[in-house]
């Protein structure tokens, strides 16, 4: 298991390290905060800080779900929107890794 959990941090580390204006460490952080949204909600989250699209918005929650694994997915029926929410065994690694983040003020 705890094999696992390394390959997990190195991945949010990798994906944190990527992140050139913020965005990635914006959204993991909402997710600390919230704990389970829609992409519509983040969406309209993120809209306030940053121009970017909804399409955009969903495209990285399904590379959080997917690549990363640190989320889980529910769906009521098929139609309502599905639910998102933050693993919790893994909110530790997601804070170390944004807490690790190097500033980019500086560049």
Known sequence: MDSI???IKRRL????E???N???SHILSIFLKVKETTV??????IA??????RSAVA???GYIYSKLGVLRSHKESYK???VYSLKEEYEDLIRSALEGKPSSSGC
């Open 5 to 7: 959990r390394a390959k």
């Open 48 to 53: 306030e800080k940053y121009d970017i699209s």
């Open 22 to 24: 913020g965005l990635r």
């Open 13 to 16: 580390q990798k994906f944190v």
């Open 80 to 82: 309502t929107p599905i």
């Open 40 to 45: 519509d909600e983040l969406h309209a989250n």
């Open 59 to 61: 495209s990285m929650v």
């Open 18 to 20: 990527l992140d050139v």
